[in-house]
Structures are given as structure tokens and as C-alpha cells.
């Protein structure tokens, strides 16, 4: 303190130690006159540092008693003088004496007084000096969001019944700061305008820790007021796409989810995320955990995968990514039913998301031949399986989902499923889900629609389903006409089936690490079936390799659907496990051991494991060791030979 220059020295040296109201009140008003005199130049060569008023404030906070309430000129120069202080250095100094504050004492109001204060008069100036910036210590940056973010909690103890209309209050601070946080986006935009560097990663930060607090709801208006801002003025777009990238990724699912809940139309979202989804993790949130790992509340996730999709469609002409996406629900769809965590709430969730997805495809979409042929054979695998449940509910969509997709792609009478059912408020509101694509406006939301949708070269105009049945019919009136116009039809022989389906030129891998690439090519078959017929003879002829890809090749064997062509390996898979169980004893007996008894295989793979084990159970006698397992026990007990 004594290297402090003499005209703020002995003002602090009052207020350091006991004096009276008077004094301190003396002393205060010298240092602010401080402040004015360097502003006019009255003490030249002798700038005021920011210190001297954190160190006096300091002071003044550690002076606080019960006489003060009756000093209105005090509190209000103390007030004054919060606005000359570093603003991050009062906030903690306010933080450590709040805890050191006893409750119901006249310290205690003063200090919630002062905050309220700094809460009204003293953050949207730090907020604005933020966003002049160019550079934000990161650290210091977000220890001071971390303590602002959760003041409301902070104080919530130390309020009183009648402190109702008080800032300090949860909603009504975070609306107050998503107030400041604007203002300070206004500043930031003004910046912009005129060529200037300006910095939001103070802005994105303190946004992503609201959320986190679980209060994204309170400052969603923040967010949909800059969406809208973008719609036409591309310097707000570039804002509010350089605020979500400052915001931490942890926040961004609460963010994403009610912004899609609270938005009209979902191709706006691209005013904040971009059209291009450059960050994997915002990709991730989007496209996989938002439709696969959340159960929504209805009428809540009707709204999030029209908003979603509607984005999907809007980031490239070609809806790639929306088409991936639809592609994956419906292999979902046909994959995960049966499964023990398969709940009915899932399935509903899974198949609403899937009639939408239709609807957009078959009214805004052209859908080419080969990827209309993959989502007729998930589909097709997926009725499949639920026309065969015992619930009415999956049975239903199974049979909805089924007549979608089909006339989809096959607007032809002929050649759709058709199933009778009863038309009830269910079925007719589960139908009304295909046409949140094909209306201009669906609750006030509209989406948008390609210039391409006529059809184009090699692929599929899609109709609906009021036009379906009057195709057809043309069809098959056009045929009728032409039967007598076929004389300049020259004949073609058709070759023998068998010959047709064995006739491949893919050659049979040559490795055993090629042999297993081929069986995981899940879209490939007539690759996986040569790979498969290959597979005994790789094993003879590579031993050692077997040790080491022993449990990799046992899963891929056990996970294969023998349908359709794959029938014709499935001895070729039964003697590629029996080869690999004679190779490699020890790993494989340990995981067919475990593989026997669980829960997602059904009965047939477990019992050609089993049969597996009857070759050498000397060998494979360690499955199950010191599991004391079902294989252990009951089967070896009644086999006698053993």
C-alpha cells in the first residue's frame, strides 16, 4: 500500500481502519472525486488504477455493520463506486462475503442489496467489454460463468417471503441476463457492421451453462429471437452461428431439443447450426441420439421430427443426409424389435418417426430405385416380425408402416400391402403422420420444398395415396391396349434360376482377414455367400490366424440371418464353426460358453452351438469355467460318453 501514489493514500487509509460513518462517508467521495479529476485531466501524469477502487471497495465490504442502514448517502456512494471497479473482481469479493454473512443481519441486506446492484447496474457493462474483446481468458472466463450462472442458487437461502419481484430470483435473473446477453449481441452486430472484431465465446459459454442448469427453457427466446433476426440480415445469421459454436457440446441435446420443440419451421434452424453440420457432435445429437435414444412425449415428438426432418431436408439439395437418416430408422425398425430392451413406448416412438419421415419422402423427395429396393427390404423384414407379436399395437404398426412404405415405392394397386384393420382414433391419427410432408401447413410450421421434384432421369415419381389407385388402373388399361402392337417383339430366353442365382464374378478370398471383411459387408450378399463357402477351407489353411481372430469370427457367424441366397451356406457355416472350435479351444469354448445362455439368440442358434460343443467336449470343457454354467451342468450330465 505504500508504493500507492499519495492522493487516493490517505482515503484508503480511513476507510482501513476504525472510523465513523462520517469518515467513511468522507473518504468514499474523495475517491470518486478521484476519478472525476483524472477524467478532467486535473492530475496530470497520475492515472487512477483499477485497484484502488477494488481495494477500497474491499475495504468498505469488511467495514459493514447495522449503523449503515441508516445511511442512505453511504450506500449510495458505495454503489458509485462498484461502477469504477474491475466487475469479475466485486462479484467474487460480493460471493466470499455472502458466505461469511450470518443469516437475518443488517450485514446480510446490505450485501443482498449490493448484489441486487451489481446484478442491475454493473454486469451489462462487463458483458459489453466482452464483446469489444478480441481475445477471452478461458479460465478465468469460466469460473466467473460458473459462479454467475448459478447466483439464483447461491442467494436462494438468504431471501426473504416478500423479496417476489426480486432479480435474484431464478426466471426473473436469467430473463434479465438474456436481456444483457442481447444487448450485447446488438453491440456485437454493430461491431460487425462496421469492420470490427468482436468476441462471443463469454456469450456462448454463459448460454451453454444455463442450459446445462436445466434452464433452457427460460432462454430459448434468446435464441428463436436470433433465428428469426437471420431470416434476413445475413450479419445476425453469422452471429448466431458463431454463438452455438462457443457454446460447450455438452449443452447442445437440451439446446437442439427445445429448439426443435419451440420452432415453426425446422429449415431455420440452419440460421444457427449451420448448413454444412461441420462439428461430429452436433451431427451426432441430430442424427442418431434426438430419433434413437430418447423416448418423446406425444404430441411433443411429432413436432421434433417434423422440425428435424425439415432441417435434414434443408442442408443440400439432395437431402443426403435426411435420406441416411430415414434409411437408419427403418433399419432400426427391423432390427431392435424382440429385443429384451425393446419397450412398447420405443416401438410407437420408432414408428412415428418413420411415417413422417414417408411422408416427406413420398411427396418432396424423388426416391431413386436403389435406395427405394433397401427401405423395401428393411420394411419387408420389420412387418415381418411384428405381424407375428401378440400386441395389437405392434401388430398395427407393423401393418401402417408396411402399407407406407410399399405404396412408396410401388404406387401401383398390385404390387403395395394392403391389410384390413379397424379404423379407429389411433390408426386415423397415426395415418395423418404420412401427410406432415405433403401439406403446405401443419400446425403453422411449412416445409420446404425442392425446385427439383419433377422426376428426373432413373428415378421414381412418388404419389400419394389418393392417386394410387387411378395409376393402377391406367396401367393396366395402357397394357390392355398394347397386347395387339407386340409383332416387332423379338423373344428372349430366359436362363434356368439356379443358374441365375450361382452366377457371380466375385472370387473367393484368398485371406482369412479378407474372408472376414467380406462377411461384415451386410448389404452384399452374394459377397458374404462366396466368403462364407470359402471360410473352412481359410481356416485349415491358416491356423495361426485362427487364435487370434477366433471370437471376431464366432460373432459374425452367430449374428447371420441365413435368408434367402445365405441358405445355400449355412453347412458352410456350421463346419466353419466347428473348425474354429477345434483350432482354438480354449477362446472359443470360453465365449460360446457365455453366448449359450444369453438372451439374443433364439432357439435354433442355440442349439447348433450346443452341437458345436458335442465334436471334442474334452477340448471345449473350459466353456463356462467357474460360471457354473446351465452348459455345464445340463448338458454334459446327460450325455454319459463325456
Known sequence: ?????????????????????????????????????????????????????????ILLLERVDATWMDESVLLTRCEDLMRLCDPMEIFFTLLDILKKCRTETAQLDIIMRLISHYVNCCLDVYLMETSNATTVDVETTEEFVQCLASLPDRVAPFLKENDTKSVLLRSSFIRHLSGIIHQGLCHAHDRVKSSKDTSLTFFGRLIGKIVANGQCDLILPLLLKLINDGDNDFVWRRIAQQLFRNIPARSYESLLLGLLCALEDGGQLTHLVGCKMDDPQVELVLTKRLIFNRILPSPKDVTVYRNLFGFLCALDDEASKFKEVAEGLLESWATVYGQSYMAIEYEMSLTKAILIAVGILRTCIPVELSFGQKLLKFTLRGVEKRLSSTDGKVRLNGMLVGEAVTRMIQPSPDNFLKFDYAEDNETISLKQLLECGASDSINGSTLKRPQWE??????????????????????????????????????????????????????????????????????????????????????????????????????????????GSLREGRADRYASLVAITMQSPKDAGSFLGGEVIARNYGIGVRLEILSVGSHRPRDVIAWGRGKRSFFNFRFFAQRPNV
Open 1 to 57: 500500500m505504500s508504493l500507492l501514489p499519495k492522493p487516493w493514500l490517505a482515503p484508503l487509509n480511513v476507510l482501513a481502519r476504525q472510523s465513523s460513518t462520517e469518515e467513511i462517508t468522507r473518504a468514499i467521495s474523495d475517491i470518486l472525486n478521484l476519478s472525476s479529476s483524472s477524467e478532467s485531466k486535473s492530475l496530470p501524469g497520475i492515472p487512477v488504477p483499477v485497484a484502488v477502487y477494488d481495494r477500497a471497495f
Open 454 to 563: 419433377k422426376t428426373k432421369t432413373g428415378l421414381v415419381e412418388p404419389l400419394s395415396f389418393e392417386r394410387a389407385d387411378a395409376a393402377g388402373k391406367a396401367q393396366v388399361s395402357a397394357e390392355v391396349e398394347e397386347l395387339d402392337s407386340d409383332d416387332d417383339l423379338v423373344p428372349y430366353s430366359i436362363p434356368p434360376e439356379s443358374s441365375v442365382r450361382t452366377k457371380t464374378t466375385i472370387g473367393q478370398p484368398k485371406y482369412l482377414q479378407d474372408c472376414y471383411e467380406g462377411l461384415c459387408k451386410r448389404d452384399d450378399v452374394v459377397r458374404r455367400l462366396v466368403c462364407l463357402k470359402a471360410l473352412p477351407g481359410l481356416l485349415t489353411r491358416q491356423p495361426d490366424l485362427v487364435q487370434h481372430m477366433a471370437v471376431d469370427l464366432l460373432k459374425i457367424l452367430l449374428g447371420m440371418e441365413l435368408e
